[in-house]
């Protein structure tokens, strides 16, 4: 992965196909599909492997994975395009692949990247989907969601954070399918008190508290104690805090009224007291520059 030049250079043109393709007169379409589908799926196939972290990716320079970074963008966008051509044909093979690397994995944790990759190749088309009127009852999406508490992910931080990925970036489909929300909320709230998965919990539980708030009641309590509960282990930061602000205020406008105030005052106390301790002290040289 820190190697590649020329892979690089033909993103561009599986864009320009696609587009090209979906532009067509409907009967033109669908001989081109049926031509250049099993392209798109042999492309596919080698963006997953070509997406895998390397497992000793500890050893890169910052450089090296920020190049990575920006390779595995334009992969996750190409996997899109491909989409649009392949529709379920694309969603069929990808459940192959995750349950090929669910095997993989709990037989020999060292597969992990095998099972990331495809994990960020489905949150690749998450966005495509949601804005996909067509996809609301589409039974491959409930096969995949269902299948996130299997994925050996806890030995792995990458694999969670990705799980998490995915989580959110189906929030708004997940809205249409609330049956699936016990099998994601425990994942998410179980991660927002590990600092290495935080960003990826907050953002996650942001996006389906949003998307989601009605369908949330049942599980507005157990949210409420995981956002207090990772606000005492300081391992939040300051903007990973005020993310959380959003899912707690979605959560409490859940609860009866004579709750939400009993729920509440613990979790912003410490933050009240800081403001207070700040408001109190006098002023340093700094503050009087400021000012």
């Known amino acids: 992965p820190t190697q590649e ?6 993103f561009g043109f599986w864009y320009i196909l696609q587009d090209d393709i979906i532009a067509c007169e409907p009967e033109q379409y669908q001989q081109c599909v049926a031509i250049f589908g099993p392209v798109y799926t042999a492309l596919v196939n080698t963006m997953l ?16 994975r920020e190049s990575f970074r920006c390779y595995r963008t334009d992969i996750a966008d190409t996997i899109m395009y491909s989409f649009n051509i392949l529709r379920d ?6 459940l192959q692949h995750l349950d090929l690397s669910i095997s993989a994995c709990l037989s020999n944790p060292a597969a992990w990247p ?8 489905w949150y690749a088309v998450a966005e495509s989907l949601a804005d996909s009127e067509e996809e609301e009852a589409n039974p491959l999406l409930s096969m995949f969601l269902a299948k996130l508490p299997i994925i050996p992910f806890s030995k792995n931080l990458r694999v969670f954070s990705t799980v998490l990925d995915c989580i959110g970036g189906f929030s708004d489909w997940l809205a249409m399918h609330p049956q699936l929300l016990p099998h994601v909320t425990p994942i998410v709230t179980s991660a927002l008190s590990n600092p290495e998965l935080s960003l990826a919990a907050t953002m996650a539980l942001k996006d389906i508290s949003r998307d989601c708030t009605e369908s949330m009641q049942p599980y507005a309590g157990e949210v409420i104690d995981a956002i207090h509960q990772s606000s005492l282990t300081g391992c939040l930061n ?8 959003y899912p707690l205020g979605k959560m409490l406008s859940l609860l ?10 613990p979790i912003l106390a410490p933050h009240l007291q800081i403001l207070s301790s700040l408001t109190s002290a006098p002023a340093t040289d700094q503050h009087v520059r400021q000012k």
Do not use: F, N, V
């Open 5 to 10: 030049t020329i892979s690089e250079m033909p």
């Open 89 to 94: 044909g694309l969603l069929h093979a990808l």
């Open 49 to 64: 492997a070509k997406s895998m972290y390397d497992p000793k990716d500890a050893e890169w320079t910052a450089d090296q």
């Open 256 to 265: 009866p009224a004579q709750q939400i105030l009993p729920r509440l005052e």
């Open 238 to 245: 300051t903007s990973e805090i005020i993310r959380l602000m």
């Open 114 to 121: 095998a099972l990331e990759s495809c994990l960020h190749a």
